[in-house]
């Protein structure tokens, strides 16, 4: 007997746009004029570097103006480039990190780093002109992934010298064999070397399925949403001197001009409250998350963490199925001797109880005061613009009810976040099960599927927690008090599901051979007879990172080396 979750939710590896806000208006940060999910400039920033462009030119010092040919630049060899390319950013050349005649051996990425960080204090404010500009960040980073996939391609014909001296004929012909399975995966092993590609979340992918089958299933899936609208330790941290008095449009600003500051500060908020949150008072065992990014640009966070004091999750849930298979049998059947019934279903009652009273230790869905009854007052002040050690402990309950009503509720679904239709039903329905029945009782319910792999009895196991509120997420008081922002936090009851959720947020891009085979046979197909293998074999390559928009955010976080994930193991492969 095996037992399922429902994976409809996941079944799409769709952009996460994030969960609807109670206050679209204060809330929204990136919309239709300031489109951060691609490489696509602000709109608002352009007449500032036109106004830039003015002043430069009118001033005493003539400025060189870049020439125009018809054979494009190599980006790596043309000296200032940048300076061509960003007169405005540049205006005497100083500080161009294509200048080749830097005496110290300083890497591009290095230089472009301390671009990014570089600010001047304008009337009170930090001012990062190279993050806050609108193309400067895209450009550099494009530069660098393609400079990697460069430097992998020509370590990939160094250590494999039989694919070194394969000739466009040979390339061509395993094309068309579909004989280059061996190759891809030589390929696809040094590409996953380059973080943020296909093959790099495969890799990872495939690193936490190690773990899970190696130490064994995780307690729960958390998830941390970023209130980068409303923090004030990260506003703070955009002027000299603590400026409380910040409109919606001044918030907004900041988090538009700022993007790299903006996505450091989550990745050590994450940090900080992992280890004093997770561990040291959860104590924790181990854990597991990455960062991802909205549709809309903003950064969050899917991990899993296992707990020592777990009581056996699945375990405990294993058993209650056997009791209640038992009790579904002496129910439908005249049973001479149901002594061996009777004992399996009181193990199964007992191991029920056993599982439901730990959730209902870890987590909640009950709102002391839900909107719906009106009893609940909308504070001035939005709750996660309050710092937590500035609470008094007579306001923490109220505290806590003003976070779950403003950030914890599910108040509206929508067919750009989770409204979708089955393959086999004609409506649409909230993919995350909106809203919910009230629930008098934590219990585990068992529903018998089908399986198209096997004729064996499937069953699947949820949890349904106490509920008062149809609309409120999954939380914990601790865990929301202390991130102020929107979070999740699931318990793992199956271990074959959780393998299957987790490797879905782990490795959303495609999986890595379509994407290269497809590349490989599309340019040697296309490639002349007299082409150079290598440049083909190299086009390959490039190909795969030319497959998805990046936020500005995401943009950044490459740009400052910060990692895209963290894990209590260190996974080595073995061939």
Known sequence: LTFETDDSSNSDNEPDLGPPTDNPSEDTVYNESTDMSSFLPVG????????ALRQQLSGDEPMSWPTVDDQP??????????????PTLFPDGKGDPTNQAL???????????????????????????????????????????RKRTLDQTGIILKQNPSEAHLTIDELREMAENNDSALFMTKVSRYVANIAGTDAYWHKVKEDLKAIVTNVGTPTFFFTFSSADMHWPELHS??????????SSQDRRQNVIDNPHIVDWFFTQRLESFVKYWLYDTLDAKWHWYRFEYQGRGSIHCHGTAKLNNDPGLCDLTKVALKGYLAQKFKDENIVDNSSQLDQDIEVGNKAAQTACKYVDWLLSTINPSPPDEHMWIRPDVHPCQRQYKEIPEWDMDSDYVDLLNMVQRHTRCSTNYCLRKKSNENEVKCRFHFPFDHCTDTKIEFEKVHSKNSNDSQYRAKILTKRNDSRLNNNQQLQLQGWRANCDIQVVIDHYACVEYLTKYAAKGESRSPLIKQAFNSIVQNANNTSNPHKAIKKVVMKTLGERDYAAQETMHHLLSLKLHSSTFNVIPVS
């Open 103 to 145: 005496t110290r051996d300083v890497s591009l990425l290095d230089r472009i780093r301390h671009l990014v960080k570089f600010a001047e204090n304008v009337n009170g404010k930090w001012v990062y002109r190279f993050a806050s500009h609108p193309r400067f960040s895209y450009w550099a980073f494009n530069m660098i992934q």
């Open 73 to 86: 630049l190599n980006e790596y060899q043309t000296p200032f480039l940048a300076t061509m390319a960003f």
């Open 44 to 51: 608002q920033q352009q007449e500032q570097e036109m106004q």
């Open 237 to 246: 941290l955009f002027y000299d001197s603590n400026n409380s008095e910040l």
